[in-house]
């Protein structure tokens, strides 16, 4: 069955949209109305424009052409887009407007982030051990994070689980860790379904807390 003229043309007529530009573009103190104005400027490249003018972007959106030129000064001031010089296939010369250094920014973020949230977990084995970590259980740590692409809230969540357990080591944790690759077990959630899954296998007419995780290891 072939789809409609109209609904083929509509997906054919499309630009690539990276999802973290519209997941993270607040992180970079851009709002809706840059995004649009970004996006419009991908379009309209795509349509051969490479230096569009302020009207021309502007006639696309709700804003007039004043305000679009505000928009892409904040953008350059903080060097989200240059205006920069290619040469075509006949050596032509032409400026365009680019983004690249909008999306530099956006995975300079994710990565403070991760780094972030990794030192936070660190922090976390240290208070739950009520010491400064060994070099060995530093290494391990950042093994389970570079080697086995652990996240840090799963490990934070196996963490959990060794003190619920009363078995607050680094063997132990590393044991659920494992069990929980070998059952495709790769997020928070995963483990809430999965425990609960067993704990009703277990026990369907049982009432248990369900804030207790289950006990991977046991046999």
Not at 71 to 96: C, M, P, S, Y
Not at 208 to 217: G, I
Request: proline share 4%.
């Amino acid at each position: 069955m072939e789809l409609p003229f109209s609904y083929q043309r509509l997906l054919t007529e499309q630009i690539n949209i990276p999802s973290k530009l519209l997941n993270d573009y607040n992180e970079l103190g851009l709002n809706e109305e840059d995004i649009i104005v970004i996006l419009q400027i991908m379009n309209l490249q795509k349509l051969g424009e490479l230096l569009p003018s302020f009207d021309l972007i502007a006639s696309h959106m709700t804003i007039n052409a004043n305000e679009v030129a505000n928009v892409l000064k904040k953008l350059r001031n903080n060097n989200f887009l240059q205006i920069e010089q290619i040469t075509d296939e006949q050596n032509g010369q032409h400026e365009w407007y680019c983004l690249s250094p909008l999306f530099e920014a956006l995975f300079e973020v994710e990565q403070k982030s991760i780094q972030e949230e990794e030192g936070k977990l660190f922090q976390l084995f240290e208070q739950e051990f009520a010491r400064t970590l060994s070099p060995i259980e530093i290494e391990t740590v950042s093994y389970w994070l570079d080697e086995d692409q652990f996240k840090p809230p799963l490990i934070k969540a196996a963490v959990r689980e060794a003190v619920l357990m009363g078995k607050l080591n680094f063997r132990y944790i590393d044991r659920i860790l494992n069990e929980w690759k070998k059952k495709g077990v790769r997020s928070v959630n995963d483990v809430k379904q999965s425990s609960q899954q067993k704990q009703n296998q277990q026990a369907p007419k049982e009432k248990r807390d369900t804030s207790v995780y289950y006990n991977w290891l046991e046999e």
